[in-house]
């Protein structure tokens, strides 16, 4: 199959997590929806495009930063004494909130669309952004330092493959840990389990006139976020024709 390769630096990011709100917490590699986002925003698409993607890399550290949080409640007339600001009449409380960043972040990132012609208009599309992309936030900005065309393929390991580098981690797939047997055989240190979510879509909850539109997911996928990814000899695995290990979720 033929997919799109990304190495990408980012130097301070957050990859939020949803459920986090004092403290906005991330993710420790950008989840399978950001990036596929990402994709879609940068081709101009207006319908979701099915495709996978293969998720790895590392950062330096971790750090945290102030941001200004604004607080209402609808309907919640202004009070001078307990309100910050007034907004037609409306009452706004203002404070302050932390959020985690990643500095100095490394990414190869795996992109196959599962309709293969449309590979060449992704590739289009990133190796030559109509603006300069960002990954995470909006101001998270993504320098794309290699956008390569690929071929992956699944091939079974004469020697065995360790993950030598030390902070370097990836998404594994638990469906692919599963079917090579290491949660069973315990050849696989485990590292942290995610929920990722991957597809939604907009339903209305309200009226045409006045729409209350609502994200609901209608796929997540379960991988374990670890640096402990060897393979054994005569297992197979996905590889690049770079000889880069995919893999795809």
Same mark, same amino acid.
Request: aromatic share 12%; hydrophobic share 35%.
């Given at each position: 199959?033929?997919?799109?390769?990304?190495?990408?630096?980012?130097?301070? =990011?957050?990859?939020?997590?949803?459920?986090?709100? *004092?403290? %906005? #917490?991330?993710?420790? &590699?950008p989840?399978?929806?950001?990036?596929?986002?990402?994709?879609?925003?940068?081709?101009?698409?207006?319908?979701?495009?099915?495709?996978?993607?293969s998720?790895?890399?590392?950062?330096?550290s971790?750090?945290?930063?102030?941001?200004?949080?604004?607080?209402?409640?609808?309907?919640?007339?202004?009070?001078?004494?307990?309100?910050?600001?007034?907004?037609?009449?409306?009452?706004?409380?203002?404070?302050?909130?932390?959020?985690?960043?990643?500095?100095?972040?490394?990414?190869?990132?795996?992109?196959?669309?599962?309709?293969q012609?449309k =590979?060449p208009?992704?590739?289009?599309?990133?190796? *030559?952004? %109509? #603006?300069?992309?960002? &990954?995470?936030?909006?101001?998270?900005?993504?320098d794309?330092?290699?956008?390569?065309?690929?071929?992956?393929?699944?091939?079974t390991l004469e020697?065995?493959?360790?993950?030598?580098?030390?902070?370097?981690?990836?998404?594994?797939?638990?469906?692919?840990?599963?079917?090579?047997?290491?949660?069973?055989?315990?050849t696989?240190q485990?590292g942290?389990?995610?929920?990722?979510?991957?597809?939604?879509?907009?339903?209305?909850?309200g009226?045409?006139?006045?729409?209350?539109i609502?994200?609901n997911?209608?796929?997540?996928?379960?991988?374990?976020?670890?640096?402990?990814?060897?393979?054994f000899?005569?297992?197979?695995?996905?590889?690049?024709?770079?000889?880069?290990?995919?893999?795809?979720?």
């Amino acid at each position: 199959m033929k997919g799109i390769k990304l190495v990408i630096h980012q130097d301070m =990011v957050n990859y939020r997590m949803p459920t986090s709100y *004092q403290l %906005r #917490e991330t993710y420790p &590699l950008p989840p399978l929806s950001t990036v596929i986002g990402m994709v879609h925003y940068l081709c101009d698409y207006q319908q979701y495009e099915p495709m996978d993607v293969s998720i790895q890399g590392s950062y330096f550290s971790k750090t945290n930063d102030f941001f200004t949080r604004y607080e209402f409640k609808n309907g919640n007339k202004f009070e001078k004494g307990r309100h910050n600001l007034e907004v037609n009449g409306f009452g706004v409380s203002r404070g302050i909130g932390y959020t985690e960043l990643l500095v100095d972040v490394s990414l190869i990132l795996h992109i196959v669309p599962k309709d293969q012609t449309k =590979v060449p208009a992704i590739y289009a599309a990133l190796n *030559q952004p %109509r #603006e300069f992309p960002n &990954l995470g936030r909006r101001e998270d900005l993504a320098d794309f330092q290699k956008v390569q065309l690929v071929e992956i393929t699944e091939q079974t390991l004469e020697n065995d493959y360790e993950n030598r580098k030390g902070n370097w981690s990836a998404y594994l797939p638990v469906d692919w840990i599963e079917k090579k047997g290491s949660l069973d055989k315990g050849t696989f240190q485990t590292g942290t389990r995610y929920r990722l979510p991957k597809v939604y879509e907009l339903v209305n909850f309200g009226t045409k006139k006045v729409p209350k539109i609502h994200r609901n997911w209608i796929e997540r996928k379960e991988v374990v976020y670890t640096s402990s990814f060897d393979v054994f000899e005569g297992e197979a695995v996905l590889i690049d024709d770079e000889g880069t290990l995919v893999f795809l979720t």
